[in-house]
């Protein structure tokens, strides 16, 4: 089946830190989705990208969809302790399957 | 509104019980979804219904049952389940199928 490489797996910043994390494929896919889970919650949704080379903006969030489709990465910008939690990258090809990356896991230390 | 519902928060069952998880969505979604999400692992998907008939099934064992009563409601009937089904079930909602899913916060549930 396809398959999301996510890294890193996980990482520890300070407070104020920007993070960078990033999601690849050897497939391409038409969409890439950034999703952030905290522990015992369901997944929500951060940003949706449809188009390759699109840059989006959410806040302190920005995502870029990969020019070739096969990857995509997001940067938070000054963290906070609230960003704690797991990053999953998720990818759609018309519908034949909807597949989550490994996930990178986030700690931020005050 | 962008919220997806899911009762029970947590069920406890033992291998020879009989319960549901149920799902409910309001937002005129036409796709919803069942995944399986085990700790420390990504969300796997289980099924997808299109429209209130069941689109994919993603090799899951019958005594996982889903049903799609209308298109606001989802139901995953579940009967003599095994301790290795113990992990965290969680729905989705999309506008159509494919399309960008919102989830519910999940069942956690554990079969003794």
């Known amino acids: 089946g396809q398959q999301l490489n996510q890294s890193p797996q996980s990482m520890f910043i300070q407070e104020g830190e920007d993070v960078s994390m990033n999601c690849t494929s050897s497939s391409i896919f038409n969409t890439w989705l950034w999703y952030k889970q905290d522990p015992g919650e369901g997944p929500v949704l951060l940003i949706a990208?449809?188009?390759?080379?699109e840059l989006t903006s959410n806040g302190r969030l920005t995502a870029q969809f990969g020019i070739t489709r096969k990857d995509s990465f997001l940067n938070i910008s000054a963290s906070i302790p609230s960003d704690v939690g797991i990053y999953f990258c998720?990818?759609?090809?018309?519908?034949?399957?909807?597949?989550f990356g490994p996930g990178t896991r986030l700690s931020v230390l005050p | 509104d962008t919220e997806v519902t899911q009762t029970p928060k947590h069920l406890v069952m033992g291998m020879t019980n009989k319960k549901s998880l149920k799902c409910e969505q309001h937002?005129?979604?036409?796709?919803m979804y069942w995944y399986k999400q085990k700790a420390k692992k990504p969300p796997e998907l289980m099924f997808v219904y299109s429209y209130e008939k069941l689109s994919i099934n993603e090799s899951v064992p019958s005594r996982f049952s889903p049903e799609c009563p209308n298109s606001s409601l989802l139901n995953l009937h579940l009967h003599a389940l095994q301790p290795e089904d113990s992990a965290l079930y969680l729905c989705?909602?999309?506008?159509?199928?494919?399309?960008?899913?919102?989830f519910g916060p999940g069942t956690r549930l554990t079969v003794l």
């Open positions: 989705a909602s999309s506008q159509a199928a494919p399309d960008t899913q919102y």
């Open positions: 990208l449809y188009k390759a080379g």
């Open positions: 937002m005129g979604h036409r796709a």
């Open positions: 998720a990818v759609d090809n018309y519908g034949q399957n909807f597949v």
